[in-house]
């Protein structure tokens, strides 16, 4: 079947073009209406502006199509007022059974297409295999990566398993690596030249040696058989420590522009609710939604990225302009993914309901 206009506007990239014409259109129209007196501030009044049309188009469009889902097919979702729905909605009792949405029931049928969150299996690869470690238990709620599979980690993964090391010295140990990383951050904002090239280089390095232990953590855990009755907090509570950490010392590489504080600390607030909404809706017996456009490894990558790019600021005119716009990045992808998370708990958990 040839994808139609009607089935690529409900698709997810047709809501991520919506969203991105939104940006480009509002965004813009505030550039242009501030520029003439300031282009510092009319740059940030854009970015602004555009991140929130460009947010509130995304709701728009997933409440929308949730609402029409409710409605019988054909001519009636078009002729049925939206009072019908909003009545049915208020007095379940008084509706028939035709206006309710046909059961869509993971449980039984894992198959069945259900928009929403999905769980997704993490089968044990072949070098996993190979390796010597296999898959444990609650695999179905970790964060699927395809790095976990390359037969280099499951071998060092492997050999850590045989080695005395656990699981939860790991986790705490990608905390020092955040913690060395935040203090690289924020010595390269007090240098130049060179020296600041330096210390933004091993902020990227200990950025990525965080994230390897949180990879490495979960293997020798899981498939190592290394679980402990305590696993799930060494697991969690390193991260939300870390995250911030690093989000708000990266505020503190750009003291030459104002906004960046704020900045840095509004996307350390939505990084470690994009962690909270997830966890929230496991206690509510949903699945894990590790759903981006901006989860941790996406944060993590880019703030990586800007951190070795900043390391050849003295090549050009505005050292630190990077790094303020990974915060900009980093706070309005992390926004996007705490309302696209937030939506997808409420759809399922209603859909539960129904059922």
Request: with cysteine; proline share 7%.
């Amino acid at each position: 079947m040839q994808p139609t206009a009607t089935s690529f506007a409900n698709s997810l990239a047709g809501r991520l073009l919506a969203a991105a014409l939104a940006f480009v259109l509002w965004g813009g129209w505030a550039l242009l209406a501030n520029w003439s007196s300031d282009p510092h501030h009319a740059l940030i009044a854009g970015l602004l502006q555009g991140s929130a049309s460009a947010l509130m188009t995304l709701v728009m469009a997933v409440a929308a199509k949730a609402l029409f889902r409710q409605l019988p097919s054909g001519a009636a979702r078009l002729l049925l007022p939206p009072p019908a729905d909003c009545q049915r909605k208020l007095h379940p009792a008084l509706s028939g059974p035709q206006l309710a949405p046909d059961p869509c029931t993971l449980a039984n049928h894992p198959s069945a297409h259900c928009p929403g969150i999905y769980l997704l299996p993490v089968p044990v690869s072949a070098p996993a295999a190979r390796a010597g470690l296999q898959r444990g238990p609650m695999t179905d709620n970790r964060r699927p990566l395809k790095i976990r599979d390359q037969r280099i980690m499951t071998r060092f993964a492997a050999w850590l398993s045989q080695r005395s090391v656990t699981p939860n010295q790991i986790s705490v140990l990608s905390v020092l690596f955040a913690l060395a990383g935040a203090v690289a951050l924020v010595y390269s904002g007090q240098q130049l030249g060179g020296a600041r090239s330096i210390w933004l280089v091993i902020a990227a390095l200990c950025i990525q040696l965080r994230l390897l232990c949180n990879l490495f953590d979960g293997m020798v855990a899981m498939e190592g058989g290394k679980q402990t009755p305590a696993g799930e907090l060494f697991n969690d509570v390193p991260d939300r420590i870390a995250d911030p950490l690093l989000i708000v010392a990266c505020g503190f590489a750009v003291p030459g522009f104002e906004s960046a504080q704020w900045l840095a600390w509004l996307g350390a607030l939505l990084a470690v609710m994009t962690a909270y909404v997830r966890v929230l809706g496991v206690s509510l017996g949903l699945p894990a939604d590790f759903r981006g456009p901006l989860a941790k490894q996406q944060r993590m990558a880019v703030l990586t990225g800007a951190c070795l790019l900043s390391a050849f600021d003295p090549l050009w005119q505005q050292p630190g302009l990077i790094l303020w716009i990974s915060l900009i990045i980093i706070a309005v992808g992390s926004g996007l993914t705490v309302v696209r998370r937030l939506v997808g708990a409420y759809l399922r958990l209603q859909r539960r309901g129904i059922e």
